[in-house]
C-alpha cells in the first residue's frame, strides 16, 4: 500500500526543490499515527553492540536530522533509525539550495552543512519518547566554528549517551570544512579517547552507550589501516561503512554532478561496498560493521551482508523509490537466509568479502 501511494505521489513530489520535499515528508511521518508493522521474520534479528535488533536494516543519519520522526519511522519497519547529524549549538548550515537530486543516476547530492537545532532540542525529543522502544541512535557532529571540534563530541556525549541506544561519530561529511582532518590517526586517535571517557562519565545504570565510528568512502587503504588501528585500540563498539563522496564518477549524467557537497545513492553503491570489505577483512570479527551506501534492493543490500555489514542503512534511494523498500529489502533478505539453509541471516556476514575487497563480485 505504501509503494503504491508513493508511486502515484511521486510525480507531485519531484516537482518540488529537494528541500522542501524533504521537509514535508518528515513533518508528515511525525504527525502521522505511527503504524505498527508485522512481525519481523526470526531469521532477521541481529545482535550486534549488546543490542538485539528485530531486522538489520536501518534509517540512515541526515533524515530525520532534528529526531521529530523517530516513531514515524520506525513504523515503516526499520530495524533501527539514526537521527542526526546533531550539533552542540543550533546552527543553520550552508545556504539554499544545498540538496540535488540526479533523477538519471539515482544519486543525490547535497551540502546541507550539518544543520542542526543543537543537541538541547534533540535530547527533549529522545526524552519524550523515551518509553516507546526501538532502537534509536544518534550521529555527532561539530559546530563548524567551534575552537575544539573534538570538545564538542564529547559535550554531545555526555548530553546524549543517556537518551540513545549508540552514537555515531561523524567525522566525514564532507560539508564542514575542515572536519574529516579529524580522520588523522594523531586526531582520531585523541577525538575517541574524549568521547569514550565522556561516555564512562555518564554511564546509565551500568550500561555503556555503543559508539560508533563513521568513514568517508574515499580513504585510501593506508588511511584505512590507520583508522581502522584506532578503533581496535580504543575498543570502540563498531563501524560505519561509509558517509558521502565528493567523487563524482564519469558516469554521473545529470547536470547537477557539478555541485559541490557528498554525493550518495547508487554511483557510491560499489565504493562503499569495497570499502567495507575492506574494513571487515581489517577489523577480524573484533566488532560489527553498519553498511551504508547506494542500496536500492533486497541484492544490494545482501551484497553488503557478504562484505562484512552485520546491519545495514540507507536514505537516499527513498527518494526515488519510495519507503516500500523498507519491506523488500526484508523480505529479500529473509528469503537469502532460508536459500542458505541457515536460521539467521547473520551467519553469512562477510561470506564474499575477500572477493568483494579484490572487487571480483558485488
Known amino acids: 500500500m505504501i ?27 511525525a504527525k502521522a499515527p505511527a503504524l505498527r508493522p508485522a512481525a519481523d521474520d526470526p531469521a532477521l534479528a541481529v545482535d550486534a553492540f549488546g543490542l538485539r535488533f528485530p531486522n538489520p536494516v536501518g534509517l540512515a543519519a541526515g533524515f530525520d536530522k532534528h529526531a521529530e520522526a523517530i516513531d514515524g519511522t520506525l513504523g515503516l519497519g526499520f530495524g533501527f533509525v539514526e537521527v542526526g547529524g546533531v550539533t552542540p549549538l543550533p546552527q543553520p548550515g550552508n545556504a539554499r539550495p544545498r540538496v540535488f537530486r540526479l533523477p538519471e543516476d539515482e544519486a543525490v547530492i547535497n551540502r546541507y552543512g550539518l544543520n542542526s537545532e543543537g543537541m538541547e532540542a534533540v535530547a527533549a525529543r529522545l526524552a519524550a519518547r523515551r518509553r516507546r522502544g526501538g532502537i534509536v541512535g544518534v550521529n555527532l557532529g561539530a559546530n563548524k566554528d567551534s575552537a575544539d571540534r573534538s570538545a564538542d563530541y564529547a559535550v554531545l556525549t555526555r548530553r546524549l549517551a543517556p537518551l540513545a541506544d549508540f552514537l555515531t561519530v561523524n567525522i566525514s561529511s564532507p560539508n564542514t570544512p575542515g572536519l574529516r582532518d579529524l580522520q588523522a590517526e594523531s586526531a582520531l586517535d585523541d577525538l575517541i579517547a574524549r568521547v569514550l571517557a565522556a561516555r564512562d562519565e555518564v554511564r546509565a545504570q551500568g550500561r555503556a552507550t555503543p559508539i560508533l565510528l563513521k568513514i568517508a568512502p574515499d580513504l585510501s587503504l593506508p ?19 561509509s558517509n558521502t563522496t565528493v567523487a563524482r564518477p564519469d558516469s554521473l549524467r545529470n547536470a547537477a554532478k557539478a555541485e559541490t557537497g557528498g554525493l550518495s545513492g547508487k554511483p557510491l553503491y560499489a565504493p562503499s561496498t569495497r570499502l567495507l570489505a575492506e574494513t571487515f577483512l581489517r577489523v577480524e570479527g573484533r566488532f560489527p560493521l553498519v553498511g551504508v551506501g547506494g542500496i536500492d534492493s533486497a541484492r544490494t543490500a545482501f551484497a553488503k551482508v557478504r562484505a562484512g555489514a552485520s546491519l545495514v542503512q540507507f536514505y537516499s534511494a527513498m527518494v526515488f523509490k519510495g519507503p516500500g523498500l523498507v519491506c523488500e529489502i526484508k523480505q529479500g533478505l529473509a528469503t537469502e537466509a532460508r536459500k542458505a539453509g541457515l536460521p539467521r541471516l547473520s551467519a553469512l556476514v562477510g561470506r564474499d568479502a575477500a572477493e568483494i575487497a579484490r572487487g571480483e563480485t558485488l
Not at 588511511?223 to 561503512?241: C, P, Q, T, Y
Open 3 to 29: 509503494g503504491t501511494l508513493f508511486g502515484l505521489a511521486r510525480p507531485l513530489i519531484h516537482k518540488l526543490d529537494a528541500e522542501t520535499a524533504h521537509k514535508l515528508a518528515v513533518a508528515a511521518l
Open 223 to 241: 588511511e584505512l589501516d590507520s583508522m581502522v588501528s584506532v578503533a581496535l585500540k580504543r575498543r570502540i563498539d563498531g563501524m560505519i561503512v
